[in-house]
């Protein structure tokens, strides 16, 4: 399988990274090179193997039903939480207006 | 003074403050200082030096009022650019993270912290850790310490933990934090002569670890002997609640347990691994490396690992697969770089912030995870990808079923010129077909040096454990360390 402009520019739409012409140009011949390395997976035999979902058995935890149990994570965070943001308004997070 | 101070290792500082033969202070200003003459290696993102002095003179206060001063008291050490550090700039690398103050601290520094340990700073790496030379950080290249004998070119320092590896060669860092997860620990350790471990997937908390592939990041110490890396890996290692995939057991103590004597242990030699393209030089330490352990009382093995030349093609699916979906965090709103042209909507403010904060090869990366995973060809290739990893971890089993540890080179070449590997990114890539498969399998796998090649540049070995037997593999590390008697050390030209 092999990508073309078009596709390139579909995925990096998905990937919501804004690519202009001559960027995706270069990404095609990158990502073919790419792909048609890893078509080689597909002479392994796999019949009946199951693919990888863990790669050291481990059971997932239930932790204590107590509000804040870490306070590292727990809430009231509200300050911290936004004091990264690079537009924080009113206690939220500012984005641009998204319903006309 | 200070430049005896900047030769000594981990144990040498914890012992020598514990023992009252220099103080931490004394060896937090000299390290600042060596960091500090240093800056033409760019292993630095950020410097820290009150960090250290601050952690030194804890150290001291507490060996004052004859209290314990932990297991890594007194020594300071350099933090990837990758461990959330509180109060402390956190990019990864990356454009898109410039100016990121994180309000937490991760869990493997913090407990560093607590034993004793003291911040020189945040060293370089490849941008979000996808890199196998340290030339993908958005702070520039970082140079390696070593160059060629007879000439002046910039090498590479491996990557993705570059600064890392450089900054402990160069001996402005006894030790250093590292993240591994195709060969980022091993790969830069081979390259620049210093020993490094990845321990089993789930030892260290990924807590406060800025995420690449969550199923394969491990983070494991960086330093110049072996028993530095077991002390520091005691120091990192535990239970974390906060990470869904932390081991719930407990840390053996490795330094006390350190042994050379390998008597009844089986070292297996997989045939698999004699590629093409792998250096003469490469080869013949690897034969050096079997004498080496038979020497220490190993049986030698042949063991077979029939799908590993297909570890690295499905590293390079399910890598970038769980990168595209950990990087969509990146978007503008929530910390580090927004891209708002004027009157632009949200989704372009998306697209616009991506497209200026990642790099190319995160890029690059990030459309080869989206593909593999978009409708009509997961199955093809994401899912092709995790029964190929099984099937790795597989052959580990039933290899482990005849040996006890697994012996083999840790990369195909020595360190190259910075700049020599852009024009293809396969094979970049290829660096780190040794170190893959141990990563995709989730296995303990360690960096050791062996030697140096003809053009004076250090050559590594690469020994893996069962997964949890850490102790094996130091052991093994401990036995070639006798032996090699690896005590070159980079000229200094900075």
């Not at chain 1, 863990?54 to 059971?59: C, E, G, M």
């Not at chain 2, 990864?92 to 003291?118: C, D, M, Q």
């Not at chain 2, 409708?375 to 482990?400: S, T």
């Amino acid at each position: 399988m092999s990508v073309d402009k078009q596709t390139v520019a579909k995925i990096a739409g998905l990937a919501r990274i804004k690519m202009g012409d001559e960027e995706l140009e270069r990404m095609v011949p990158e990502l073919n090179n790419i792909l048609d390395w890893v078509e080689q997976l597909g002479e392994v035999d796999v019949e009946g193997v199951e693919p990888m979902t863990a790669v050291i058995p481990n059971t997932l935890r239930l932790r204590d039903d107590v509000v804040d149990a870490d306070p590292l994570t727990g809430g009231g965070k509200r300050n911290d939480v936004l004091a990264n943001a690079p537009a924080a308004e009113h206690g939220f997070f500012g984005v641009p207006k998204v319903i006309e | 003074m200070s430049n005896e101070l900047t030769n000594l290792g981990v144990k040498e500082i914890r012992d020598g403050v514990k023992a009252g033969e220099f103080t931490a202070r004394e060896v937090a200003e000299a390290f600042n200082a060596a960091v500090a003459e240093a800056a033409e290696l760019n292993a630095f993102i950020v410097t820290t030096p009150d960090a250290a002095l601050e952690a030194a003179d804890k150290t001291d206060a507490k060996r004052a009022a004859g209290e314990d001063l932990g297991a890594m008291g007194g020594v300071p050490i350099g933090m990837k650019d990758l461990f959330a550090t509180h109060g402390v700039q956190t990019t990864a690398a990356s454009h898109i993270l410039e100016g990121f103050k994180p309000e937490y601290e991760s869990t493997v520094s913090r407990n560093l912290w607590n034993a004793g340990a003291g911040m020189l700073g945040k060293l370089n790496l490849d941008q979000f850790a996808m890199g196998s030379s340290n030339e993908t950080s958005y702070f520039g290249n970082v140079s390696s310490p070593w160059r060629k004998e007879g000439s002046n070119a910039a090498m590479s320092p491996g990557g993705s933990s570059g600064g890392s590896s450089s900054a402990v060669a160069a001996r402005i860092a006894p030790a250093a934090t590292g993240t591994d997860t195709g060969g980022s620990i091993r790969q830069p350790a081979a390259f620049t002569g210093i020993c490094g471990i990845k321990p089993t997937y789930g030892r260290c908390s990924r807590w406060g670890v800025v995420a690449f592939a969550s199923s394969l990041d491990q983070a494991g110490p960086m330093a110049r002997s072996v028993e530095d890396c077991a002390i520091m890996l005691g120091a990192m290692a535990g239970f974390d609640p906060k990470d869904a995939t932390s081991l719930k057991m407990d840390v053996p103590d490795w330094e006390a347990a350190l042994s050379s004597d390998l008597t009844g242990k089986k070292v297996g030699i997989p045939t698999e691994y004699r590629m093409d393209g792998t250096d003469q030089a490469i080869l013949d330490s690897w034969e050096q490396g079997k004498a080496w352990l038979k020497d220490a009382g190993a049986e030698i093995v042949d063991i077979s690992l029939p799908h590993t030349k297909y570890a690295l093609p499905a590293y390079y699916i399910i890598a970038p697969a769980e990168a595209s979906s950990n990087l969509a965090r990146y978007d503008g709103v929530r910390y580090g770089l927004r891209d708002l042209p004027e009157g632009a909507g949200l989704q372009d403010m998306y697209a616009e912030t991506r497209a200026a904060g990642f790099g190319d090869e995160v890029k690059r990366r990030i459309l080869i995870g989206t593909y593999v995973l978009s409708a009509g060809f997961y199955d093809a290739y994401y899912n092709q990808a995790q029964k190929v990893r099984a099937l790795v971890a597989r052959d580990y089993e039933e290899a482990f079923a005849k040996c006890d540890l697994i012996l083999a080179p840790t990369t195909p070449t020595a360190s190259f010129p910075l700049g020599s590997l852009n024009e293809d990114p396969l094979t970049m890539y290829l660096n780190d077909v040794f170190a893959v498969p141990a990563s995709l399998a989730g296995l303990p796998a360690m960096s050791v040096p062996a030697g140096l090649n003809p053009d004076g540049l250090p050559l590594g070995l690469q020994l893996v454990g069962k997964a949890f037997d850490e102790q094996m593999v130091l052991n093994a590390g401990l036995a070639i360390q006798e032996r090699a008697g690896f005590t070159h050390a980079p000229e200094r030209w900075w």
